[in-house]
């Protein structure tokens, strides 16, 4: 009988560590992935806002869209928020249906007006390659679901600015002015709906749990 419990308590000896470093492990897992959520709620808050700005003026606006915006904005607790946004959004989800229309249309940029619009990054995020490659292989992609559609994002933000940098040219002629006004004004719809994919990219990250 006491070699039994000399055997076990080796055997304890020798699993003690690993069972340590295993909950080590996961113990830095989620702090990393706690930390990765806050950059990403930024992030998704950031680029939610921006959506609503190239929706109401180049996009089109629905109400499921709106909808969607305020949840990710009352759902942020990163600082302060948009009172004006989330106000307008309220109205609208309240108004009559020719209202709606009425008060979309007459939101609408004309062609060749220029935002100024910049580039996303994820510090965070970008400098823990060994922290992700120890997420479950799942989260991992959706994680690298959402880089790629940050990638095509800022890819669309230089591809704006390099349209919008053109229209300044003195000597384009007006008809090139006007092709190249409606291309930036249909460029701006795109971002439009890139910024509602990254935001939802980034929601299915937010509502995982290790």
């Known amino acids: 009988m006491e070699i039994l419990y000399i055997l076990f308590g080796w055997l304890l000896g020798l699993l003690s560590p690993t069972i340590m470093s295993s909950i080590k492990q ?13 950059e990403l709620s ?19 606006i629905s109400r499921d869209y709106l909808t969607e915006s305020k949840f990710i904005l009352d759902q942020y607790n990163g600082g302060d ?6 106000q307008f959004i309220d109205s609208m989800l309240v108004a009559s249906e020719e209202e709606f229309i ?5 939101l609408k940029s004309e062609d060749g007006v220029g935002l100024s619009l910049k580039n996303h990054s994820t510090i965070l995020i970008d400098s823990n390659a060994i922290q992700i490659s120890q997420l479950p292989i799942d989260l991992q992609s959706k994680i690298y679901e959402f880089k790629n559609a940050l990638n ?10 390099s349209i919008l940098d053109r229209t300044y040219d003195s000597n384009l002629s007006d008809l090139n002015h006007q092709r190249l006004s409606a291309g930036l004004s249909a460029k701006y719809a795109d971002l439009h709906k890139v910024c509602t994919r990254i935001c939802g990219k980034i929601q299915s990250i937010l509502d995982y749990e290790l």
């Open 81 to 86: 928020k948009p009172g004006s946004i989330i």
């Open 26 to 38: 996961h113990y830095d897992r989620k702090k990393f992935f706690t930390a990765a959520k806050s």
């Open 42 to 60: 930024d992030l998704q808050f950031q680029l939610c806002i921006t959506g609503m700005l190239l929706a109401q003026r180049f996009g089109v």
């Open 102 to 106: 009425a008060i979309a249309a007459n």
């Open 152 to 161: 095509i994002y800022n890819q669309e933000v230089l591809g704006a600015k």
